[in-house]
């Protein structure tokens, strides 16, 4: 009975974020300006990244765990980047 | 999908509400992103998947594996930690390069260089 309330539960969790994630892509290509779609890049990183934490609850596997880790770290640096490009025109001064 | 069976029943259910609540919240917020008016309000609904989201499903996985191993598995502490710092610091450099390329427009709405 849990098992099967878990089992829904997670696939119905893994449809609302890839959900989410079509709203972020949206918002990338819908953006009527740069930092539109640069909010949006931020939103589909962190999207993805908590869809890899479920497969990795559903799988019973923590290798999920690395490949989330290493999409917050770098895509972090990924925003903060383009930020700074809309900020000054150039990422490294 | 097997080891999910061998759960008991309330570390399950605490599971199962936990990623639950992230999920919804985190949808929530990036239909926020789309649907909200200007660039400034926007950027508001998103952090809701960001720290709730991210908290709660971060949460489900460290309960599961810690029951499943019968050991603290904390690692996604990591990622919580990671995230809640990153995300403001995020948030200000965009919001202070949306104000600075609105003020080189002279866009309307957009607070002067005295206001700040």
């Known amino acids: 009975m849990s098992t099967a309330l878990l089992t829904w539960s997670l696939a119905l969790a893994q449809i609302f974020l890839e959900l989410a994630m079509g709203a972020a892509l949206l918002c990338i290509l819908r953006g009527p300006r740069a930092q539109d779609r640069v909010a949006g890049l931020d939103t589909l990183y962190v999207n993805a990244m908590l ?5 990795g609850i559903a799988s019973g596997s923590t290798l999920y765990f690395e490949a989330a880790l290493t999409i917050a770290l770098l895509g972090f640096a990924g925003t903060v ?6 900020l000054r025109g150039e990422v490294i001064e | 999908m097997n080891e999910i069976a061998e759960l008991p029943a309330w570390a399950a259910l605490v599971t199962a509400i936990l990623v639950f609540v992230g999920a919804t919240v985190t949808l929530i917020g990036s239909f926020g992103l789309l649907r909200l008016k200007s660039f400034y309000e926007r950027l ?3 952090t809701l998947g960001t720290t709730l989201g991210t908290g709660c499903i971060a949460l489900a996985s460290m309960t599961c594996f810690s029951v499943l191993q019968t050991r603290p598995v904390l690692h996604e502490i990591l990622i919580v930690v990671l995230v809640t710092v990153t995300t403001p610091v995020t948030l200000m450099i965009l919001v202070r ?3 600075f390329r609105d003020r080189k427009e002279n866009a309307s709405g957009v607070p002067g260089r005295d206001a700040t």
Do not use: E, I, R
């Not at chain 1, 869809?51 to 497969?55: F, I, K, N, R, S």
């Not at chain 1, 980047?81 to 809309?86: E, N, P, S, T």
């Open chain 2, 44 to 46: 508001h609904a998103p």
């Open chain 1, 51 to 55: 869809l890899l934490l479920t497969y």
């Open chain 1, 81 to 86: 980047a383009l930020a700074k490009f809309l």
């Open chain 2, 97 to 99: 390069a949306a104000l």
